[in-house]
């Protein structure tokens, strides 16, 4: 199990909100002022020829100067005076090699360019066979912005933020739920629970962007349109009544919304129908904390409290299913704690990475048709939470102690490409950008960062030209 549980009651005799702490405005930089270190010198010459007392190496002829050395000294050490034909070789000679000069240390210009280039032809035939290396991108290693998130709960378990496809991010502080626009930074207010149903312990964004769903303490699910801050409907529990276990994880399968409970019940709704629930899935023992749907959504991987994960096909979903029947097509036991963090590859479709809990700090990766474990490595902390990058093989995860930081790995190799530090809590919320760039992290601190870890959005490659012709509909012909 991990540190994280909350009660309703402790939560409600608990902190009250500040007035003064408007949520999701933006946090001053409390970075200290630190003075450039680099000296400069008075002179304002010495600034582009070094130092006054040191030459400057580029700017030195050895060659010439190792000679006006030597040829001071040797007419120093001859008194004798020189016969008109040395005179005149050596006049001769500083004309045409030393062009008069007698200056050791002088500025000088770039080297002419030779008239015929040796190995032309070699280098034309290497560069047309060598391409050219992709440039190492920039990740830029403090917070793009950060706001302040005042009563977010401090909960290992629940899922409190997400990201939705019209740019428009929720996320729930204590009983209320925020929505912030991306675009031009304008927060509203969602809605306010009352303290029977509160506090809100987690959020999902429909596929649309538009419908969020909101799961509560007391085991309902609220659908609303964000456009119009009005409530559709309410889903009840299992049993049609309030007052079960609370919904802290939720997942959407086109107008499936698919819940995880603190009793271990994963229920798909419906949520077109009056009733609402047409599979439950049984398979996990304790609170479900963690639902992801597989980009196909033919399959779903579920991890809970118990140290499972679990992959559910859609193919094998009843509405009642036999005693004993077991409705899983894969279990996994190999995680030491609680399955939260989870994340379908998309590139790869039967590629599932998991993260584990305090006393397990691995990320594994799953074969999901095969049930194989691909890899598994040890983080060294608490795994929250875990991001593909859309454009690149490359995953994220947030941890916690005793770093909470995120770190950005190369798949398959899984080499640490950067971590990002700055909350000093654990992160224990991800929500990536509708266009795969951006990554919002919210953690214990009451901060929400983001980061632009993934890079900017690669252009759209021109469409190709389709034929208008009889055989237009073919693409090859065998």
């Given at each position: 199990?991990?540190?994280?549980s909350?009660?309703s009651?402790?939560?409600?005799?608990?902190?009250?909100?500040?007035?003064?702490?408007?949520?999701?405005?933006?946090?001053?930089?409390?970075?200290?002022?630190?003075?450039?270190?680099?000296?400069?010198?008075?002179?304002?010459?010495?600034?582009?020829?070094?130092?006054?007392?040191?030459?400057?190496?580029?700017?030195?002829?050895?060659?010439?100067?190792?000679?006006?050395?030597?040829?001071?000294?040797?007419?120093?050490?001859?008194?004798?005076?020189?016969?008109?034909?040395?005179?005149?070789?050596r006049?001769?000679?500083?004309?045409n090699?030393?062009n008069?000069?007698?200056?050791?240390?002088?500025?000088?210009?770039?080297?002419?360019?030779?008239?015929?280039?040796?190995?032309?032809?070699?280098?034309?035939?290497?560069?047309?066979?060598?391409?050219?290396?992709?440039?190492?991108?920039?990740?830029?290693?403090?917070?793009?912005?950060?706001?302040?998130?005042?009563?977010?709960?401090?909960?290992?378990?629940?899922?409190?933020?997400?990201?939705?496809?019209?740019?428009?991010?929720?996320?729930?502080?204590?009983?209320?739920?925020?929505?912030?626009?991306?675009?031009?930074?304008?927060?509203?207010?969602?809605?306010?629970?009352?303290?029977?149903?509160?506090?809100?312990?987690?959020?999902?964004?429909?596929p649309?962007?538009?419908?969020?769903?909101?799961?509560?303490?007391?085991?309902?699910?609220?659908?609303?349109?964000?456009?119009?801050?009005?409530?559709?409907r309410?889903?009840?529990?299992?049993?049609?009544?309030?007052?079960?276990?609370?919904?802290?994880?939720?997942?959407?399968?086109?107008?499936?919304?698919?819940?995880?409970?603190?009793?271990?019940?994963?229920?798909?709704?419906?949520?077109?129908?009056?009733?609402?629930?047409?599979?439950?899935?049984?398979?996990?023992?304790?609170?479900?904390?963690?639902?992801?749907?597989?980009?196909?959504?033919?399959?779903?991987?579920?991890?809970?409290?118990?140290?499972?994960?679990?992959?559910?096909?859609?193919?094998?979903?009843?509405?009642?299913?036999?005693?004993?029947?077991?409705?899983?097509?894969?279990?996994?036991?190999?995680?030491?704690?609680?399955?939260?963090?989870?994340?379908?590859c998309?590139?790869?479709?039967?590629?599932?990475?998991?993260?584990?809990?305090?006393?397990?700090?691995?990320?594994?990766?799953?074969?999901t048709?095969?049930?194989?474990?691909?890899?598994?490595?040890?983080?060294?902390?608490?795994?929250?939470?875990?991001?593909?990058?859309?454009?690149?093989?490359?995953?994220?995860?947030?941890?916690?102690?005793t770093?909470?930081?995120?770190?950005?790995?190369?798949?398959?190799?899984?080499?640490?490409?950067?971590?990002?530090?700055?909350?000093?809590?654990?992160?224990?919320?991800?929500?990536?950008?509708?266009?795969?760039?951006?990554?919002?992290?919210?953690?214990?601190?009451?901060?929400?960062?983001?980061?632009?870890?993934?890079?900017?959005?690669e252009?759209?490659?021109?469409?190709?030209?389709?034929?208008?012709?009889?055989?237009?509909?073919?693409?090859?012909?065998?």
């Amino acid at each position: 199990m991990d540190a994280g549980s909350f009660s309703s009651s402790s939560y409600s005799s608990g902190k009250v909100r500040s007035p003064s702490r408007a949520p999701l405005q933006d946090v001053p930089s409390s970075r200290p002022f630190l003075p450039s270190m680099r000296t400069f010198s008075r002179n304002p010459s010495s600034r582009n020829n070094g130092d006054r007392f040191i030459p400057n190496r580029s700017a030195m002829d050895m060659d010439m100067a190792y000679y006006l050395l030597t040829e001071t000294k040797k007419e120093k050490g001859n008194a004798l005076p020189a016969s008109p034909s040395k005179e005149a070789y050596r006049k001769l000679l500083a004309e045409n090699f030393l062009n008069n000069r007698t200056r050791i240390l002088a500025f000088n210009s770039k080297p002419p360019a030779p008239s015929q280039p040796l190995f032309q032809e070699a280098d034309v035939v290497s560069t047309r066979s060598v391409k050219p290396a992709k440039q190492r991108r920039h990740i830029p290693q403090s917070a793009e912005r950060t706001l302040d998130a005042p009563d977010i709960v401090d909960d290992y378990y629940l899922n409190l933020l997400d990201w939705g496809s019209s740019n428009v991010l929720s996320i729930a502080l204590g009983n209320t739920v925020y929505l912030w626009d991306a675009s031009n930074g304008a927060t509203s207010e969602l809605v306010t629970l009352d303290e029977d149903s509160g506090p809100v312990t987690s959020v999902s964004w429909a596929p649309d962007g538009r419908h969020l769903a909101v799961g509560l303490n007391s085991s309902d699910i609220q659908l609303w349109d964000s456009t119009s801050n009005r409530l559709l409907r309410t889903l009840k529990g299992m049993d049609g009544t309030t007052g079960g276990a609370r919904v802290g994880s939720l997942a959407w399968n086109n107008s499936i919304l698919t819940s995880g409970g603190m009793d271990g019940k994963i229920i798909n709704n419906d949520v077109r129908i009056r009733n609402h629930v047409v599979q439950t899935y049984r398979g996990h023992q304790q609170e479900v904390c963690g639902l992801k749907w597989s980009g196909s959504g033919q399959q779903l991987a579920s991890g809970g409290n118990d140290n499972l994960l679990h992959i559910w096909d859609i193919s094998m979903a009843s509405a009642n299913p036999s005693p004993g029947q077991n409705q899983w097509l894969h279990r996994f036991n190999d995680h030491m704690a609680a399955v939260k963090a989870l994340a379908w590859c998309p590139f790869q479709s039967n590629l599932l990475a998991s993260g584990g809990g305090g006393m397990d700090r691995s990320i594994k990766f799953w074969n999901t048709h095969t049930g194989a474990c691909l890899n598994s490595i040890d983080t060294g902390s608490q795994v929250c939470a875990l991001l593909w990058n859309k454009n690149e093989r490359e995953l994220l995860s947030s941890h916690g102690f005793t770093q909470n930081q995120l770190t950005l790995w190369k798949y398959p190799s899984m080499v640490k490409i950067a971590e990002l530090t700055g909350h000093t809590s654990r992160v224990l919320f991800m929500a990536q950008s509708p266009d795969g760039c951006t990554v919002a992290s919210a953690a214990g601190d009451e901060t929400l960062r983001f980061w632009n870890v993934f890079g900017s959005p690669e252009a759209p490659k021109p469409a190709a030209a389709k034929s208008t012709g009889p055989f237009g509909g073919f693409n090859h012909i065998r």
